[in-house]
């Protein structure tokens, strides 16, 4: 298990960018497929993004493709979100989410894959 942290969110007006990082505790980092997901009010867990363990795969949500990047550095532990473009419709609770993989090169999408999960940041975007 990893204990996972996110912090990065705030307030951006539409077309502004923001940066969010997750912070894991343990040394088995670089064994966990990662991903963001996020949250509206009144909507579903929503995927965002997933990085392979080593970081070689990723992939995106088509919302999100060609504006968000995600990385993630094994020797800090951490992994990262660069939102650029945002759009009102990014507004929502941020969550970074882990899963202890056998296959480094493994991608999970669905939520349901996850078994760790940080506490969420806030993303607002004004229009």
């Known amino acids: 298990q990893v204990q996972l942290v996110e912090s990065g969110g705030g307030l951006v007006q539409a077309g502004g960018s923001l940066r969010l990082s997750c912070a894991a505790s343990?040394?088995?980092?670089?064994?966990?497929?990662l991903g963001w997901f996020r949250q509206a009010p009144g909507k579903e867990r929503e995927f965002v993004a997933a990085i392979s363990a080593t970081g070689g795969r990723t992939y995106y949500a088509d919302s999100v493709k060609g504006r968000f990047t995600i990385s993630r550095d094994n020797a800090k532990n951490t992994v990262h979100l660069e939102m650029n473009s945002l759009k009102p419709e990014d507004a929502a609770v941020y969550y970074c989410?882990?899963?202890?993989?056998?296959?480094?090169?493994?991608?999970?999408?669905?939520?349901?894959?996850?078994?760790?999960w940080g506490q969420g940041t806030q993303v607002t975007v004004s229009s």
């Open positions: 989410a882990g899963k202890r993989t056998q296959l480094p090169g493994t991608i999970l999408i669905g939520h349901y894959n996850y078994d760790n």
């Open positions: 343990g040394r088995t980092f670089n064994s966990y497929a």
